[in-house]
């Protein structure tokens, strides 16, 4: 080969560089290409270096050293993998086989790609535990959107960072963007942080969301649909376990399908839960078992608690404190506890009966003459449909007739 030949096909591949060079760090793809194959041309010239001259041979180690140089803006502006499918190249032809220089960022890898993946086992874990809370009753149309949502956006997450053919899908998109290929792996980290959070926000957000279904089912409650109510309640305390109203208002209901055990056990969690009011009816339940000493203790203990802007249920409170009283036959103090409950009663729109017809039981026990306005107020205030009230009721109307005939009598 003339020492011609080999000055031009070395000023053939400068020349090509030297377009790449000069292309304010925007090289066309036709210009990469032409710089490959100019090397590729060096490449058959240079195959036996033994007749070569030093100065040629130093050129081409100057030349080569340029475009090595080059790796990272020529990986950025095209495809090598795409082109070596399409040409073929030898594997020797290391030019096909740039690659981007190791950026200082890039020794991090290994721990960003530790914590993607931390925070992607993170998320499937709350994702399984959030499913949980959903589907361990009828999960209705929100339960419904929140699991398939939630999952599948765990899956599309981790599927684009963990496996091939999604990071192939997530590393094109980022090239796209023009995101630099060193900024990649904490782009992914960014994103399964972003995941994270959002259902650690999620799962934080269920007690707001078990209140609302628990006001759901008080709604189907009211209307008398207490299948939709129990449904509702039940999912209310499988996405928040504290919710003492959810546990107050299953309660309540199990009382009125006489279900009585189950609705103890749900007072007694409302109560654990801090609700005054599920002190009461425990209490209430506990003089229906003749437990006077243990419904004293929990009314008291309700009492201890109870706001004074809750009249409604500090009346209940008083109330069956003074009849627990009456019933193991401590007079005074039922009379004081009963009293008390009147006084608070005073604040009411509707004077309710309960509290009347418990102290004229108390006062025919101590001054049966001065029982008889009380008798008066039950009967006429007492709501029939309440089992208690509705015996009451039959107590007043048996005195008060036994008055009118002694009244008649003595005329």
């Known amino acids: 080969m003339s020492i011609l030949e080999l000055y031009s096909t070395l000023k053939h591949y400068e020349a090509a560089l030297n ?13 990469i290409l032409n710089v490959l194959i100019a090397r590729n041309v060096v490449q058959g010239k240079f195959a036996d270096i033994s007749h070569i001259s030093k100065d040629k041979l130093i050129k081409l180690v100057d030349l080569d050293s340029r475009l090595k140089k080059q790796a990272g803006l020529i990986t950025q502006t095209v495809q090598l993998a795409d082109w070596r499918t399409s040409f073929h190249p030898p594997k020797d032809y290391w030019w096909w086989f740039l690659e981007s220089p190791t950026h200082p ?16 086992t993170a998320s499937v874990s709350l ?9 361990s009753t009828s999960p209705g149309f929100i339960g419904s959107f929140a699991v398939i949502s939630q999952s599948a ?10 496996t091939k053919a999604g990071r192939t899908g997530v590393e094109e998109i980022l090239s796209r963007l023009g995101i630099k290929k060193y900024l990649w792996q904490e782009v992914k980290l960014g994103l399964s942080g972003v995941l994270l959070l959002s259902l650690i926000g999620f799962r934080a957000s269920l007690p707001l969301i078990s209140g609302y279904v628990n006001e759901r089912g008080l709604e189907n ?61 425990l209490g209430r339940l506990y003089i229906h078992d003749k437990k006077y000493s243990q419904a004293v203790s929990l009314l008291l203990k309700g009492l201890d608690t109870v706001t004074e802007a809750d009249t409604e249920t ?18 005074a103090d039922a009379e004081t506890y009963l009293r008390d409950a009147i006084e608070v ?49 039959g107590m007043a109307r048996k005195r008060i007739d036994a008055q009118d005939k002694s009244s008649e009598s003595t005329k």
């Open 221 to 281: 409650y009211i209307e008398g649909d207490w299948s939709s109510a129990q449904s509702n309640y039940e999912r209310a305390l499988s996405l928040n376990p504290d919710n003492a109203e959810a546990h107050y208002n299953l309660g309540s209901l199990y009382e009125d399908l006489q279900e009585l055990d189950k609705a103890r056990t749900q007072y007694r969690l409302a109560a654990q839960g801090g609700l005054d009011a599920a002190y009461n009816e």
């Open 127 to 135: 994702v399984v535990e959030i499913s949980s809370r959903f589907l």
């Open 19 to 31: 377009a790449v060079e000069k292309t304010d760090n925007k090289p066309s793809p036709e210009a």
């Open 153 to 162: 956006l765990t899956l599309l997450t981790a599927g684009g960072i963990l």
């Open 314 to 331: 500090k009346y209940a409170l008083l109330k069956n404190l003074g009849w627990a009283r009456l019933k193991k036959g401590r007079y």
């Open 345 to 393: 009663e005073k604040t009411f729109e509707q004077t309710p009966a309960a509290a009347h017809c418990l102290l004229a039981q108390v006062m025919e026990k101590k001054a049966p003459d001065n029982a008889l306005k009380e008798w008066e107020m039950c009967l006429g205030y007492a709501d029939v449909r309440n089992p208690d009230e509705d015996t009451w009721f």
């Open 105 to 120: 960022l890039d020794r991090f890898d290994w721990l960003w790609n530790a914590l993607t993946v931390t925070s992607l």
